[in-house]
């Protein structure tokens, strides 16, 4: 069976996203006061050929711990779409 799973994948909350700041300082230069932080991330979409949800959960998982996320500066989540 196919499936598709999404990773999301985000700096760690105590380290510094400089990407995120830079964002956040063009939106306030927009006038847009109200916004308080921006973390920026990526999402990933995986099509997977598995034998169950579970499976795929798992090899998607594996991809991200091995290839797709930093643990030392990054955290995932992964979830089943559908």
């Not at 990526?42 to 930093?70: G, V, W």
Request: charged share 25%; proline share 4%; hydrophobic share 45%.
């Amino acid at each position: 069976m196919k499936f598709i799973v999404q990773v999301r994948v985000m700096p760690l909350k105590d380290l510094l996203d400089p990407q995120g700041k830079a964002v956040l300082g063009g939106l306030q230069s927009l006038g847009l006061d109200g916004i308080q932080d921006v973390r920026i991330g990526k999402h990933i979409d995986l099509h997977i050929e598995a034998e169950s949800p579970e499976q795929a959960t798992s090899i998607a998982s594996e991809a991200a711990k091995k290839l797709l996320a930093n643990q030392v500066m990054e955290n995932f989540e992964v979830s089943l779409v559908g």
